[in-house]
């Protein structure tokens, strides 16, 4: 449970990080006339990110969740998987990327990186991960939750989004 304990923590510090480059790329984003749209999501969502966390932590020690090699390691090859699917998704957005979703006009769309063969690759990152994190311990209830809580959570995101974009002042002229 010791090394598991630190896998949760360096995913809750990354999600720090995450932050700290959304809080930068907003402030680009503001700059240069973006418009955030969707904001009544957002705390449900850091909601549920949070949940998540707690839940791959605290699920395996209240339910005596053993560590069991043949789901585990293959449950973290995919979470990992996810992170490096995740970056390549900040790297390819650069400084539009954000946990927000903040539009800037003018600006086409990113059809680059993972971008070139799925239209939202960080949102299978992140089912991915709610998935498969949850589950190297066995946490199973939290990954069965966060599963059906976050499907919900995209829809409602993924049409945000895509209004957004469908915006005549988010085309180029």
């Known amino acids: 449970m010791t090394a598991y304990t630190v896998l949760i923590l360096l995913v809750a510090a990354e999600r720090m ?3 700290a480059v959304a809080r930068r790329n907003a402030a680009w984003s503001r700059a240069r006339g ?10 449900p969502m850091v909601l549920l990110h949070t949940a998540l966390l707690l839940g791959c932590l605290l ?6 969740r053993p560590f069991t090699p043949v789901l585990g390691w ?3 090859a995919l979470a990992l ?3 490096g699917l995740r970056w390549w998704c900040v790297a390819a957005l650069g400084p539009r990327w954000n946990t927000r979703v903040i539009v800037v006009p003018g600006l086409p769309l990113v059809t680059g ?3 070139r063969w799925l239209r939202h690759p ?12 949850p589950l190297v311990h066995g946490a199973w209830v939290t990954a069965g939750c966060f599963t059906v809580l ?8 993924i049409r945000c989004e895509e209004t957004a974009l469908a915006r005549p002042s988010a085309v180029p002229a």
């Open 113 to 115: 990186g993972p971008y």
């Open 74 to 76: 293959p449950m973290l």
């Open 34 to 43: 973006g418009t955030e749209y969707g904001r009544g999501h957002y705390p």
């Open 122 to 133: 960080n949102y299978v990152a992140v089912a991915v991960e709610g998935l498969a994190l």
């Open 59 to 64: 699920e395996p020690l209240l339910a005596a």
């Open 81 to 83: 998987a996810a992170q």
């Open 150 to 157: 976050n499907l919900a959570l995209m829809g409602v995101r």
């Open 17 to 19: 990080a995450e932050l």
